[in-house]
């Protein structure tokens, strides 16, 4: 399995404006999930006509990548005015920027806060799944957020600890929910599972709001962000993955710098790990002399493929990449990818349709080359 995506896919416009119309009550939960049906049909003959080896629903029934948790928990509830302690920080800091400028976050108000004990009220990871598993020829991933980043997010200094001590014990419990989830999924024959974790690049460039505003030193976040995850990628049979993340908000990325300041500490010690997939799209990535950490019983999926800008990028130059990177793992140990998902948020990013499938008919192509 040499091509990869790493999760969503751009909504169709009538998608959004469906879901536009659900929210002001003028459209059944019945007729928006027929036309999601639709749209993850469309999401999975897309990837598979492009030659993609492991594909996804596309992620075409969430609002956000991480609403496969996040959105189906008890005890996250609107709080006005409401913000997350970390979300706060990243305002004052200008965390989120385009390749241009800081990104203008006082418009991304945090309005949904942990205030009660969590608690899976359904599963909207396994209703994808068994939708999309009746329809995908090819292998099927699931994708769901890391412990660490749920807790994170929606962690209030104010309004969560009514729930749960500090940001460590609600990390310790979402962690035990995504235990939960996993195995209900492994249980219906899902078999390859991803964690997708911004979390473990905050430190790179000491973005130190994201995790201080929460109470932690850096040591002991990343140490704990680890050990969280290896402590839910525990069902035998399934394939799991990292995804680590370096921010993709409809083209906006939080993390500049290479990953030499957290290799040592994180790459060795995703033990249950198969698939550690990498961004490396752009000069911020930095070099690849980091993958020398990754343990060489573990493919590197190269995030080559940018999905923030319109810009389809050339086969040679691609090859070329993954050929310095076999100076650092083993080449029969890497495989391609897009950076991040096409639309991690459904407003998705700054780049055409035309274009997206280009960009994974390119990874399709280069997978297969990478195979031969």
Known sequence: ????????????????????????????????????????????ALQEEAGIDVITDGEQRRGVYFDSLAGVLDGITPVLPGQSAVVDAMVGADAWHTDEEAAQLDELEAKLLITGRLARRESLALREFEYASRRAKHPLKVTLPSPSSIALVFWSNEHSTAAYRDVSEAMDHVAELLREEIAALAARGCRYIQLDAPDLTFPINEAKFFYEAAGLDRDRFLDKSVDLLNSVMTEPGVTFSVHVCRGNNQGQWHTSGGYGSIAAQVFPRLEKVDHVFLEYDDERSGGFEPLAEVPDDKVVVLGLVSTKTDVVESRADVERRIEEAAKFHPVDRLAVSPQCGFASAMQGNPLSEATQRAKLELVGEVGRALAS
């Open 1 to 44: 399995m040499k091509s990869h995506v790493v999760g969503s896919l751009l909504r169709p416009a009538g998608l959004l404006a469906a879901r536009e119309q659900h929210a002001a009550g003028r459209l059944s939960g019945e007729q928006l999930r027929e036309l999601e049906n639709e749209a993850v049909d469309a999401a999975i």
